[in-house]
């Protein structure tokens, strides 16, 4: 289905919708370079270990190439991504997996290794160097992650700012076209719609580059098996999402607080 401000395309219409194609790449990551990660990093030789590293690296850059592609036929099913569920829902921004996300997960690695130190039996048959990879990490990772964090408290606010203000323009525009005569309000809400979805488009791109930045630096910081370990886990995230079981519980929560709040006169406004 086309999304609502699909009349703004400057462009044909790719042949496969951005939900089919998100769902191909889902399947690849989870069914093919994944597994294939998983093997090189429980093999005793690592030879194909950077190799399977890179497939799994380029399959997410060639991702956010993609949203990009997408974005610029039409932003709306970008912004309001309808193959997300409501697990993901909480982690997006701009469309996608908030860039905080991607340094949180390696410091959970991280602080992991380090403060748990009995080895989870299904590891003990993992090489060393991958058993040992994020325990008492080297100095110039830790700086490296710091100074990506850095980057993010940054970069992420004026994103952030754009947004409201390309809304604020919007909510004005169609506010002094609003009490027109019916053909020029038309017109001008249209108008009005095109300017915010040509804003957005290029605010959702900043983000798109922001995400690509991001992983790209942790695994140039990180040694093959860290790298490897970042991707692998970053993937295992995402197929999380797709967890049947879990959406169902986190459904069924979502709906059991919403009971309470019925039930118990517990509804908050925040005045």
Known sequence: MPGPFSFLSRKKPTSLPFKDYYENWFNTLKNTLLPLLHQSLSSPSPSLLPFRRDLLLQHFLFYYDSLDQAAAVDVSQILFPSWRNSLETP???????????????????????????????????????????????????????????????????????????????????????????????KKGIREAVKAEMEEMLDVLMGANRLRRSVIIEIVNAANVYQGALFLEGLAQFLVGFKDTALVGEFRRCKMMMMMMDINGGGTHWGF
């Not at 994020?134 to 606010?157: A, D, H, S, T």
Request: positive net charge; aromatic residues 10%; hydrophobic residues 40%.
């Open 91 to 185: 982690f997006l921004f701009l469309g996608d997996l908030h860039p905080y996300l991607f340094t949180n997960l390696l410091r959970s690695f991280i602080d992991a290794a380090n403060n748990n130190k009995t080895q989870n039996p299904e590891s003990l048959d993992k090489p060393y160097q991958v058993l040992t990879a994020w325990i008492n990490p080297p100095e110039k990772l830790i700086l490296r992650i710091e100074q990506i964090e850095c980057g993010l408290r940054l970069m992420v606010p004026p994103l952030i700012s754009r947004v409201r203000k390309v809304q604020a323009a919007f909510i004005r525009k169609v506010a002094e076209k609003w009490d027109s005569n019916e053909g020029f309000k």
